[in-house]
């Protein structure tokens, strides 16, 4: 049980969630941790698919981050919308909030933002309805993130056969690959040097993933980093066509093909089991036959207790 009371705002950037009992699960789960809730979604406000109009969206992230008693801004789900929302976001005011962004999905277009306008670091992390909402939620990555987010530290140890041995240093940083892959060339990509990318993506067949990660090799990226880290990449179908053409066949091109290792494993992207990774923080990478392990400094933090 968290001893100080902490403040967490939901708010919803990007899509809506057609489950209310899950809001209502999410709100009371985080209650139980000691939390004190303010929910700034309105499911009577939902516009379309997404959690509200461009303009009430963007409200809920303002009314968020200048709330004195909140520390945290988780999102309520991913899906799309923040793409929108990029032009119109006062990411120095975000950044001089202190608040930490929480969130993974589309919510990686917020992240990538706020390092590449403000330099400012949020959580690759939980959110409120299919995480705290879930009916069972997954004990693993509310551990995750609880644990990351006491710090000073977090470690994240993966069991993974088959990777490159690798020792490397530098900013980790990532997220969802399509939403990665949609920001190059606009001013929401940072220019990250030695970095340590991880990515993830859903229903998302091997040879898109391929050639995403190409484009990423061709804009130059991948050479500026020392290791590419791949989490979940489920939801997709193979089909007759492939011709044995699989995701192991993927894996094996990438590594014959692009300017540095790639690792394989970790537990991050759109099933229920996932770690919490300070997007923007310092990481150690060390990989062996056995398995590999990410340390984890510098990064913002919230006193638990």
Known sequence: MITSRIGVAIVAPAGHTPDR?????GIARLEQYNCLVHNYYDHEAVHQRFGGTDAGRLAQLYAAADDPEVQIVMALRGGY??????????????ARSGKIFVGFSDITALHMGLYAKAGALGYAGPMLAGDFGAVEPDSFTLGQFWSCLAGPTHLIEEEAAGNPAVDVAGTIWGGNLAMLVSLLGTDYFPRIEGGILFVEDIGEHPY?????????MQAGVLARQRALVLGDFSGYRLGPMDNGYDFDAMLAHLRATLPLPVLNGL????????????????ARLRSGAGGFSIALSDYPTVRLA
């Open 21 to 25: 009992d899950a809001v209502a699960r």
């Open 81 to 94: 919308g923040l793409t929108r929302l990029l032009p119109d976001i006062d990411f120095t005011r975000l």
């Open 208 to 216: 898109r993933v391929e050639r995403m990660l190409l484009q990423l």
């Open 267 to 282: 537990r991050f992207g759109h099933g229920p089991c996932r770690v919490t990774i300070p997007f923007g923080a310092q």
